[in-house]
């Protein structure tokens, strides 16, 4: 526990949602929803407006449609959220060596390890000046929490939100946590809490006051032991600057139940192959792949093999998920499909094994006669006398061409939005990040003039940062906040 503020942590408020908005001008001030649209998708982020209504985060988006059947229901655009998280973690990193990040939109950092804070003025100062630098080079707003210690950051930067910046001062601790329901400690889920609550305690200052003893006994010697020391507002956790990967995975949740084995088959290699594209974006090779299959009556089945060597070739990736499916009943229909790679290392292991899968796969093509089908990638149809796999509906495909909120750009009208699709059209809104709301049009849905397009920068000339913190504006004026103040 550090006797000066100087571990912030950082959240961006709402980071999806408010994304979107700042891409999207029609959409600012309005319930926004992004996550999965399809009858078993689920929410990632609901903008503060959604929020009103009672839509949260992981909650099944069909009752999210129900609660608030106005918001806009948008895809996930990670392309987007990846560029704007990268521009925030460059200022975290020029604030410190020690940038601990969490997610896309949150991370901790170590200012005594780079010299930028050593006291709570200088600390509160240089909270305050990453909110405004943030602004000027992403157009969004995030919450920013100082403490001594990463716990109480990060209940600070959540007691700061929306856009709010909080200090918790040494010595306070014990006061601002005690009234605070237990789980506002991490590690105290639903189960844990309910334990608790059975046991009389409902808040930190019970479980303070319970003494370590009483908690060893009700939940063991390392998590009672642990959960003692938060409710005392001790932790002494450093930031971590390299928090490595155990794996990479991917997984779909399908709107029905797959029945057909070749069609499941067939999503598996497709999991499969986007999979090695994380894997290789990272830079990374892996040993054991994973399988994971939640059937119909929702058992999750989960299948590994480890390989010889670390690989990040696709097609020696694919044939052992499909070995691995090999060994799973299928019978009742699949609803979620999920492929990992696991055992992680920097390098890949160059044997005989990965170019003998591609022989054996080239061979099978050539003949079947498909050399024509394995150069184009195609997944659907057979020449070989095999059943198809599940054809999509030219909704489905419509919708997985044209998803909502996904950006486009027209021959005539410029760049634009998907705001939906359906009935062998495709309406979209043609506006950007800084210009006014725009105008909506509808084009049928294999128009030539229409293609899907990158997104925008949200901030078209952001402010030089480059020397940065050196050169950062003054703080904003107003109260000071520390011991529990928030401002925003």
């Given at each position: 526990?550090?006797?000066a503020?100087?571990?912030?942590?950082?959240?961006?408020?709402?980071?999806?949602?408010?994304?979107?908005q700042?891409?999207?001008?029609?959409?600012?001030?309005?319930?926004?929803?992004?996550?999965?649209?399809?009858?078993?998708?689920?929410?990632?982020?609901?903008?503060?407006?959604?929020?009103?209504?009672?839509?949260?985060?992981?909650?099944?988006?069909?009752?999210?449609?129900?609660?608030?059947?106005?918001?806009?229901?948008?895809?996930?655009r990670?392309?987007?959220?990846?560029?704007?998280?990268?521009?925030?973690?460059?200022?975290?990193?020029?604030?410190?060596?020690?940038v601990?990040?969490?997610?896309?939109d949150?991370?901790?950092?170590?200012?005594?390890?780079?010299?930028?804070?050593?006291?709570?003025?200088?600390?509160?100062?240089?909270?305050?000046?990453?909110?405004?630098?943030i602004?000027?080079?992403?157009?969004?707003?995030g919450?920013?929490?100082?403490?001594?210690?990463?716990?109480?950051?990060?209940?600070?930067?959540e007691?700061?939100?929306?856009d709010?910046?909080?200090?918790?001062?040494?010595?306070?601790?014990?006061?601002?946590?005690?009234?605070?329901?237990?789980?506002?400690?991490?590690?105290?889920?639903?189960?844990?809490?309910?334990?608790?609550?059975?046991?009389?305690?409902?808040?930190v200052?019970?479980?303070?006051?319970a003494?370590?003893?009483?908690?060893?006994?009700l939940?063991?010697?390392?998590?009672?032991?642990?959960?003692?020391?938060?409710?005392?507002?001790?932790?002494?956790r450093?930031?971590?600057?390299?928090?490595?990967?155990?794996?990479?995975?991917?997984?779909?949740?399908?709107?029905?139940?797959?029945?057909?084995?070749?069609?499941?088959?067939?999503?598996?290699?497709?999991?499969?192959?986007?999979?090695v594209?994380?894997?290789?974006?990272?830079?990374?090779?892996?040993?054991?792949?994973?399988?994971?299959?939640?059937?119909?009556?929702?058992?999750?089945?989960?299948?590994s093999?480890?390989?010889?060597?670390?690989?990040?070739?696709?097609?020696?990736?694919?044939?052992?998920a499909?070995?691995?499916?090999?060994?799973?009943?299928?019978?009742g229909?699949?609803?979620?499909?999920?492929v990992?790679?696991t055992?992680?290392a920097?390098y890949?292991?160059?044997?005989?094994?990965?170019?003998?899968?591609?022989?054996?796969?080239?061979?099978?093509?050539?003949?079947?006669?498909?050399?024509?089908?394995?150069?184009?990638?195609?997944?659907?149809?057979?020449?070989?006398?095999?059943?198809?796999?599940?054809?999509?509906?030219?909704?489905?495909?419509?919708?997985?061409?044209?998803?909502?909120?996904?950006?486009?750009?027209?021959?005539?009208?410029?760049?634009?939005?998907?705001?939906?699709?359906?009935v062998?059209?495709?309406?979209?809104?043609?506006?950007e990040?800084?210009?006014?709301?725009?105008?909506?049009?509808?084009?049928?849905?294999?128009?030539?003039?229409?293609?899907?397009?990158?997104?925008?920068?949200?901030?078209?000339?952001?402010?030089?940062?480059?020397s940065w913190?050196?050169?950062?504006?003054?703080?904003?004026?107003?109260?000071?906040?520390?011991?529990?103040?928030?401002?925003?």
């Amino acid at each position: 526990m550090r006797a000066a503020p100087t571990i912030l942590h950082l959240d961006m408020d709402a980071f999806y949602a408010s994304a979107e908005q700042a891409a999207k001008p029609s959409l600012r001030g309005k319930p926004v929803v992004v996550g999965g649209l399809g009858p078993r998708g689920v929410v990632a982020t609901a903008s503060y407006e959604a929020r009103r209504f009672g839509v949260h985060s992981a909650m099944p988006m069909a009752q999210a449609r129900r609660l608030a059947p106005n918001a806009a229901y948008l895809v996930p655009r990670f392309s987007l959220y990846r560029s704007v998280s990268d521009q925030v973690m460059e200022l975290l990193g020029r604030l410190s060596p020690l940038v601990e990040p969490l997610s896309l939109d949150e991370a901790f950092v170590d200012l005594e390890a780079g010299g930028t804070a050593d006291d709570t003025a200088s600390a509160l100062a240089i909270g305050e000046q990453l909110r405004e630098a943030i602004e000027a080079v992403t157009g969004l707003s995030g919450s920013v929490g100082l403490a001594g210690s990463k716990m109480l950051a990060k209940i600070a930067s959540e007691e700061a939100k929306p856009d709010g910046i909080l200090l918790i001062a040494p010595g306070t601790e014990r006061d601002l946590l005690a009234p605070m329901p237990v789980r506002t400690l991490p590690g105290v889920g639903p189960a844990t809490a309910d334990h608790l609550r059975r046991a009389g305690m409902t808040t930190v200052n019970d479980l303070a006051e319970a003494g370590e003893a009483e908690l060893v006994r009700l939940l063991g010697k390392a998590h009672g032991g642990s959960l003692h020391r938060m409710a005392s507002g001790r932790d002494d956790r450093p930031v971590v600057a390299e928090r490595d990967a155990k794996s990479v995975s991917v997984e779909d949740t399908f709107d029905t139940d797959l029945h057909d084995r070749v069609r499941v088959r067939s999503e598996v290699e497709r999991l499969a192959d986007r999979c090695v594209q994380r894997l290789r974006a990272a830079e990374r090779s892996g040993r054991t792949v994973v399988l994971k299959v939640r059937r119909y009556d929702f058992s999750t089945l989960t299948r590994s093999e480890t390989l010889r060597g670390p690989t990040d070739d696709p097609t020696v990736v694919r044939e052992a998920a499909a070995r691995l499916l090999e060994s799973v009943d299928t019978t009742g229909g699949v609803r979620l499909l999920g492929v990992g790679v696991t055992g992680l290392a920097d390098y890949t292991q160059e044997d005989l094994f990965a170019q003998a899968a591609d022989e054996r796969t080239a061979a099978g093509l050539a003949a079947a006669g498909l050399a024509d089908r394995a150069e184009a990638g195609a997944d659907a149809g057979t020449d070989d006398g095999r059943p198809e796999p599940g054809p999509e509906s030219a909704e489905q495909l419509a919708a997985r061409r044209w998803p909502a909120g996904h950006d486009v750009r027209h021959d005539t009208h410029g760049h634009g939005w998907v705001q939906g699709s359906g009935v062998g059209r495709v309406t979209v809104r043609f506006e950007e990040p800084e210009s006014a709301p725009g105008r909506v049009r509808t084009f049928r849905i294999d128009d030539p003039a229409l293609r899907p397009a990158d997104p925008l920068p949200l901030v078209r000339d952001p402010v030089d940062y480059s020397s940065w913190p050196a050169s950062l504006p003054k703080s904003r004026s107003g109260p000071v906040s520390s011991g529990g103040e928030s401002r925003p």
